[in-house]
């Protein structure tokens, strides 16, 4: 009986272990994998890097992207508005080239797929038959 309890124990153990193994396995996969991403400026290349440098330089560079998210995104709204106000300004009544947005706030909704995308904001206006944002 002793045998058949030290057995289950044994079993137990080494499932468990197999368990810890791949998840360890996965998590230094990951670090890895999120040490090919982050730009070379950012990793030290004379020496290798380790985890917790990794992991730390990649929280310093998503919150750099996210700044230059949000700084984009601002600048997207400045020359939305310049865009507006530059339709706005020649002509009377409504303008066909200003949509309202799902949140109600106008934008200008420009038919020229290329010239949104240059502004950032792959918005197609309806009826163009694309469905793309």
Do not use: C, W
Request: proline share 3%; no cysteine; net charge positive.
């Amino acid at each position: 009986r002793a045998m058949v309890i030290s057995e289950k124990r044994r079993r137990r153990r080494e499932s468990h272990n197999a368990v810890e193994r791949r998840r360890r396995d996965n998590i230094n996969e990951k670090i890895q994998e999120l040490s090919t991403l982050l730009p070379d400026v950012y990793i030290d290349t004379a020496n290798k890097p380790n985890k917790g440098v990794i992991l730390r330089k990649s929280v310093d560079y998503i919150r750099h992207l996210q700044q230059l998210v949000e700084s984009q995104n601002l600048r997207n709204q400045e020359l939305e508005a310049q865009l507006q106000s530059k339709n706005q300004g020649g002509q009377s009544g409504t303008n066909p080239s200003t949509a309202q947005g799902n949140d109600g706030s106008n934008s200008s909704a420009v038919a020229d797929p290329q010239l949104q995308q240059g502004f950032g904001m792959m918005r197609i206006v309806s009826g163009s038959g694309n469905n793309q944002n």
